[in-house]
């Protein structure tokens, strides 16, 4: 990996999201430019923020994830192709709407000082109508796609949470006191063959890439979360409501979806078990995903854990490729070293505010 001179880091846009790789983008933009790649897969894309860095910087991007949402921003960013102003026509129109009381609001609206839930009734009320007359338009789905990125930006600049779903804050944020208003998204000139996939891991590697970007869920680097694991699908089952609009069935404290159970979604690398043999599971996971890997490089990140699950790792990346990099970011300072000895990493205390790179050759 060369250092970060020189690296041009396209600007990005996404909802605040527990492990974006925003600060990480330079390192990561900096790690591809100088290998021969064309066909990228970010086999993770969450926000899409990488995924948005990749297809402005010339490469043909697929970006992939389990989660509707990642689709619908994927699909604005990557996809949609009306010029701006046909999108800001319609934003208008949402804007200009009457809010009313429907099922948003019966369910996630609140008034009165006591806060516990994520929006204020006067926000829930605009959802209610904004949301509504989505459906009412006749739009494709990429078209649809950016309205519906415009009002998840606008409600995540208007949240009462601590950046998830899966609890609200007692009393009112400053930000929840704000109006939901919809912006036209950031999207960019389309220059490059893009596709959005909503699939799980290894479907997406059935297709071959000259890289794969590999950001499975580890722990929160978010300091404001626990450093436990993180669910995304309970995490952000409101997105998942806003998209689909079903009115699902809701459950518990912070109302969430009943298919946004543990026992339901949870993802097999957010697993922290151990198989029969001591290993853990999601570091299985993670090697028959480097296996079935078709690509000649592969970026992985890796954040947090502990000494275990580094040793696996470490071992698991050796028996896949030529190891050509392994970089260590402080990403609070914006400090990068280089992994110079494998003992030293391993014997280090895990800090929460370190990401790892890995990159390797697998020819
Ligand atoms: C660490 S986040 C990725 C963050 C992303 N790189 C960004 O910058 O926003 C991990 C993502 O993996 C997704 N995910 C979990 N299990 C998956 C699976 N089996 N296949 C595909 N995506 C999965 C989650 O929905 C989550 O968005």
Request: net charge negative.
């Given at each position: 990996m060369t250092g970060l001179d020189n690296i041009q880091v396209p600007q990005t846009q996404g909802v605040k999201?527990?492990?974006?790789k925003l600060k990480l983008l330079p390192y990561i933009m900096s790690a591809v430019k100088s290998l021969p790649v064309r066909k990228v897969l970010d086999a993770f894309a969450g926000t899409t923020r990488v995924s948005q860095a990749f297809a402005q910087s010339g490469y043909d991007t697929t970006c992939n994830d389990v989660a509707v949402w990642s689709e619908v921003f994927g699909n604005c960013y990557l996809v949609a192709d009306k010029p701006d102003a046909f999108y800001q026509k319609l934003i208008d129109q949402l804007n200009r709407l009457d809010g009313y009381d429907g099922w948003f609001s019966q369910h996630y609206g609140g008034e009165g000082p006591e806060g516990h839930r994520p929006f204020q009734l006067h926000n829930t009320r605009k959802l209610d109508a904004i949301r509504d007359q989505i459906d009412r338009f006749d739009l494709s789905w990429p078209d649809k796609c950016v309205l519906l990125t415009s009002l998840i930006l606008g409600l995540d600049a208007v949240?009462?949470?601590?950046?998830?779903?899966?609890a609200y804050l007692s009393g009112w944020s400053a930000r929840s006191c704000g109006t939901l208003e919809l912006k036209l998204p950031r999207r960019f000139r389309l220059t490059t063959h893009n596709r959005v996939l909503r699939s799980d891991v290894f479907e997406a590697l059935r297709d071959r890439y000259d890289l794969v970007y590999f950001d499975p869920p580890y722990g929160s680097n978010n300091e404001k979360m626990p450093p436990s694991r993180v669910r995304y699908a309970a995490y952000y089952h409101l997105w998942k409501t806003v998209i689909l609009n079903d009115r699902p069935e809701l459950f518990g404290k912070s109302a969430r979806r009943e298919d946004s159970r543990d026992a339901v979604s949870a993802s097999v690398f957010e697993e922290y078990r151990k198989d029969a043999d001591g290993k853990f599971l999601a570091m299985r996971a993670i090697d028959r995903m480097l296996a079935q890997a078709d690509a000649r490089y592969v970026l992985l990140s890796y954040s947090s854990g502990g000494r275990a699950t580094r040793e696996e790792l470490f071992e698991t990346l050796q028996n896949h490729g030529r190891l050509l990099s392994a970089v260590e970011i402080d990403y609070r300072q914006n400090v990068m070293a280089h992994i110079v000895s494998t003992r030293q990493w391993l014997r280090d205390e895990a800090a929460p505010h370190k990401e790892y790179l890995f990159l390797l050759d697998r020819r």
């Open positions: 999201y527990a492990g974006s949240d009462n949470t601590l950046g998830h779903y899966a």
